[in-house]
C-alpha cells in the first residue's frame, strides 16, 4: 500500500508547493511529471519518509527505497551489492545490467551513469515493497538506457520513478501523475497518452475561453449600443419638452407624453438586461493558464580567432588514462557532437578542452553535467547578490526557460532542474564566443529541452556539445567526434 490522504508541504511559508494531495499508488510503475521546480522530488521523499508532511498522512507498508538524483559517494548497500558473493540474486542483477565489481575500485572516476547502473542494480537487489526513482537515465548512453529498462521491468513492487525521459515513462509505466504549481492529476495510462488527454483538454478549454471571450464582447457592445439609444432618445424627448408651448394641454400631447414615457421605460428596461447579460458574460469568462517559458536567446559574439580550443597528448582521470595521443582543435563557427559510452572520457575531453582555450573565462562556457546542491544554493545566492538590472537580465532568461523567476528567487532550496537552468541562464547571458554543454538536457522538463533545442540551432559561434540525445545532437550540430576504446574518430552523422 501507498497512499496520500490530503497531503501538503512547504519548503517556505511563502512558497506552497505541495497542497492537499490525496491519491492512491499501487502495484506497477507510475511516472511523476511536471515542470522542474513543482514538487516532484520533494513528493518522493514525502513517499518514502525522508520528510514528514506539514498536514494529511503517507499511508505506505513495507520498506520505500528513495534513488536519487545524484550519485557521488559510494554507499556501503552498493559494496554489499558488489561483493555479496553468496548472493545469487545480486549476481544475476549485475548481469542484468552489466556491471563489474572491479569497477568499484576506482569508483571516484566513474562517470554518473556507470554509477547510476550501480546505484539502482544495488536497489533492486535488496527487493524494496517500494521503489522510488528520480530521473533514473540521467547521464545514461543508449546501452545503459536499454539495460536499465529491462531490469527495472521486472521489479514486481510498487514503483514511482520521475522522469523526463518519454521512452522510459512510455515502455515502463502503467500510469501518470501530474505535478504542477496549478494542481495534481493521476490518470491510468503512460505518458504519451496522457499528455495527448491533457493537450485536448487545454485545446477545448482554450477554445471555451475564446468563446466565452467573444460572447462578453458581444453583450459590452449590446449593452453600449442600448445605452446609446437611450441617451439619444432621452435627448430628443428633453428638446421637444424646451420647445413645447407652456400653456400646451391638449389630448393629444398627453397621449404623446404617455407613449413617451412607455418607451422611456422599455429603453430603460432594455439597457437593464444588457447590463445584467454583459456582467453574467463577464463573470463567466475562463482563464486558461499558459506553461512558463518562452523562445530563448543567447548573448553571443564569433571569436576574431580561428581556433578557440586545441588539445593533444593523453588525459587521465585520476590514475586512469581515458584517452591516448589525442590531437583535437575546435574552430571558431565548429558545431561538435562528442559521443560515446559512459566512461569513454566525455567529460574529461570537455573539460580539457575549456582548460586550453586560449579564450578568458567571460568569453566562454562550460556547463558540467553535474552541479551539487552545495554549488546550486551558492549559485543562488551570486544570482541574489547581483546589480539590479544584472540580476534582472538573468531572471528573464529563467523564465523563458520555464521557471516562474518570483518563486526562485525565494526559496532556499532550488531543485535539481531549477538550478540546471539557473546556470544556463547566468552562463549563457553572458557574449562567449565557445560553449561546451556537456549533458545539458539533464534534469530539465520536455518543453524546457525543445526550447533550448531551438536556441542552440541558431547559435552562430563554436559549440561543442555531449550529450546522449541524439536527436538533439542531430538538430545543433554538423560535426561528430566519437570516443570509443581510449579512441577518438570523426564520424559523419
Wanted: proline fraction near 5%; glycine fraction near 8%; charge should be positive.
Amino acid at each position: 500500500m501507498l497512499r496520500l490522504s490530503s497531503v501538503s508541504f512547504r519548503w517556505d511559508p511563502s512558497v506552497p508547493l505541495i497542497s492537499q494531495l490525496t491519491v492512491d499508488l499501487g502495484r506497477g510503475w507510475t511516472g511523476v511529471v511536471g515542470p522542474n521546480g513543482a514538487g516532484k522530488t520533494t513528493l518522493l521523499q514525502l513517499l518514502c519518509g525522508r520528510l514528514s508532511p506539514d498536514e494529511g498522512m503517507v499511508h505506505r507498508s513495507g520498506e520505500a527505497l528513495l534513488c536519487s538524483q545524484r550519485v557521488e559517494v559510494l554507499e556501503p548497500a552498493i559494496e554489499h551489492f558488489a561483493w555479496g558473493w553468496t548472493d545469487g540474486d545480486a549476481w544475476a542483477w549485475q548481469a542484468r545490467l552489466s556491471l563489474d565489481p572491479s569497477d568499484l575500485q576506482r569508483w571516484d572516476t566513474l562517470s554518473p551513469g556507470e554509477r547510476k547502473r550501480w546505484q539502482i542494480g544495488a536497489a533492486l537487489a535488496s527487493a524494496p515493497a517500494v521503489l522510488l526513482l528520480d530521473e533514473p537515465t540521467n547521464h545514461l548512453d543508449v546501452e545503459g538506457r536499454g539495460l536499465l529498462l529491462e531490469a527495472l521491468a521486472r521489479f514486481e513492487g510498487i514503483g514511482v520513478v520521475v522522469s523526463h525521459d518519454r521512452e522510459l515513462l512510455d515502455v515502463l509505466t502503467q500510469r501518470t501523475l501530474e505535478v504542477a504549481p496549478e494542481g495534481h492529476r493521476l490518470v491510468e495510462t503512460p505518458y504519451s497518452a496522457a499528455r495527448a488527454a491533457w493537450d485536448a483538454q487545454l485545446a477545448a478549454a482554450r477554445h471555451e475561453a475564446a468563446q466565452r471571450d467573444a460572447t462578453a464582447r458581444r453583450a459590452k457592445r449590446q449593452l453600449q449600443a442600448a445605452r446609446q439609444v437611450a441617451a439619444s432618445a432621452e435627448g430628443g424627448r428633453s428638446a421637444r419638452k424646451r420647445m413645447r408651448n407652456p400653456g400646451d394641454r391638449d389630448g393629444r400631447s398627453m397621449g404623446a407624453k404617455v407613449r413617451a414615457e412607455k418607451a422611456a421605460s422599455k429603453r430603460a428596461g432594455v439597457v437593464a438586461r444588457a447590463q445584467v447579460a454583459a456582467e453574467r458574460a463577464e463573470a463567466g469568462r475562463l482563464r486558461v493558464a499558459d506553461p512558463l517559458g518562452r523562445a530563448v536567446t543567447f548573448r553571443t559574439e564569433r571569436s576574431r580567432r580561428g581556433r578557440v580550443a586545441a588539445v593533444s597528448g593523453s588525459l587521465r582521470a585520476g590514475a586512469h588514462t581515458v584517452l591516448a595521443d589525442v590531437d583535437v582543435w575546435v574552430d571558431r563557427t565548429d558545431r561538435i557532437w562528442l559521443s560515446g559510452a559512459n566512461g569513454a572520457g566525455k567529460s574529461t575531453l570537455l573539460a580539457a578542452l575549456d582548460a586550453a582555450s586560449p579564450l578568458p573565462p567571460q568569453r566562454r562556457c562550460f556547463l558540467s553535467q553535474a552541479l551539487s546542491e552545495e554549488a546550486a544554493i551558492r549559485l543562488l545566492e551570486r544570482v541574489r547578490a547581483l546589480p539590479t538590472d544584472v540580476q534582472g537580465r538573468v531572471w528573464q532568461r529563467v523564465a523563458a526557460l520555464g521557471v516562474d523567476p518570483a518563486r526562485l528567487a525565494r526559496t532556499q532550496r532550488p531543485s535539481p532542474g531549477e538550478a540546471r537552468k539557473l546556470a544556463l541562464a547566468d552562463a549563457l547571458g553572458r557574449e562567449v564566443s565557445l560553449l561546451l554543454l556537456d549533458e545539458p538536457t539533464n534534469h530539465l522538463d520536455l518543453p524546457s529541452i525543445e526550447r533550448l533545442q531551438r536556441a542552440l540551432s541558431a547559435w552562430p559561434a563554436a559549440l561543442v556539445l555531449v550529450t546522449h540525445d541524439a536527436h538533439l545532437a542531430q538538430a545543433v550540430t554538423d560535426r561528430r567526434w566519437h570516443l570509443e576504446g581510449g579512441v577518438l574518430e570523426a564520424r559523419v552523422g
